[in-house]
């Protein structure tokens, strides 16, 4: 455990300081590598935070009842049946309650007044919680992953079509004639989720036909360039209308 852990604010800075160094250390840990401390076969685990901005995963105090409210038990079991980032979300839930309870209990202890407990809640509450944080966080590390993938898939797309098929002929309505090739229905809808149309700027809709440029390598709707499936059969290399113009040009 940490030594601070131990010093016992009186005042609610000293308080409100406490509350923010262990919910830092909080954040420090759902954002690390947290996630390997907690082996399901380990014994019930805790998720401790100290005023120090320090973090441990260990197992809960042994005097009962404890000198300071105890974090969620046993956090380390539920990581089996869920996804990373359904497990972080329910520790980061189940730590902003603890962080509450710590902030408030040094708040009974020292006898604070309404005004001082609304002072104090105000003074937390202006900050974001555990769980708003994490979330944020995984969701922006799932766009950049996504953004990657998407970009690798299209470049891989591109080149494969070049050599097998008439280029510029993807699309959803295309594929959805053969039944056999539903599972890559749902494939193509999260690779091309955050394609935009070249023409109107528009997310890809997975109702929609596409159409790729062979030459600058967008993807349009086909409503936006004119192009139907049953034409886009018959283009071997197909060139939006920007592409064809700069070729027009002397």
């Known amino acids: 455990m940490d030594a601070a852990a131990h010093d016992n604010p009186r005042t609610v800075e000293e308080v409100f300081r406490d509350f923010n160094g262990r919910r830092a250390a909080v954040i420090k840990a759902l954002t690390t590598e947290f996630y390997q401390h907690c082996d399901p076969e380990k014994e019930n685990l805790c998720l401790y935070g100290f005023p120090s901005e320090h973090w441990e995963v260990n197992l809960p105090a042994d005097e ?44 009974a202890r020292f006898r604070f007044d309404k005004a001082d407990r609304k002072r104090l809640f105000n003074m937390i509450n202006d900050l974001p919680t555990v ?42 309505a295309m594929q959805s004639k053969d039944g056999d090739e539903d599972g890559l229905e749902e494939e193509d809808d999260e690779e091309h989720g955050e394609t935009l ?21 967008k993807w349009f709707h086909g409503k936006c360039v004119k192009i139907t499936p049953a034409k886009a059969e018959h283009i071997k290399q197909y060139k939006c209308p920007s592409c064809s113009n700069k070729r027009a040009r002397p």
């Not at 990581?79 to 603890?98: F, I, P």
């Not at 766009?143 to 591109?158: G, R």
């Not at 149309?197 to 390598?217: K, P, Q, R, S, T």
């Open 64 to 107: 009962v009842p404890a000198e300071l409210p105890e974090p969620a038990l046993g956090i380390n079991f539920a990581r089996d049946g869920m996804q990373e980032k359904d497990w972080l979300s329910l520790v980061a839930v189940h730590s902003d309650a603890w962080l509450l309870a710590v902030a408030f209990f040094f708040g």
């Open 131 to 172: 769980f708003e944080v994490v979330t944020e966080i995984t969701k922006k590390q799932g766009k950049a992953k996504s953004s990657v993938s998407n970009h690798s898939s299209n470049k891989s797309n591109s080149n494969s079509k070049r050599g097998s098929a008439p280029p510029g002929k993807y699309s959803k």
């Open 197 to 217: 149309c070249g023409a109107c700027g528009e997310n890809y809709a997975a109702d929609e036909f596409w159409i790729c440029c062979d030459i600058c390598e």
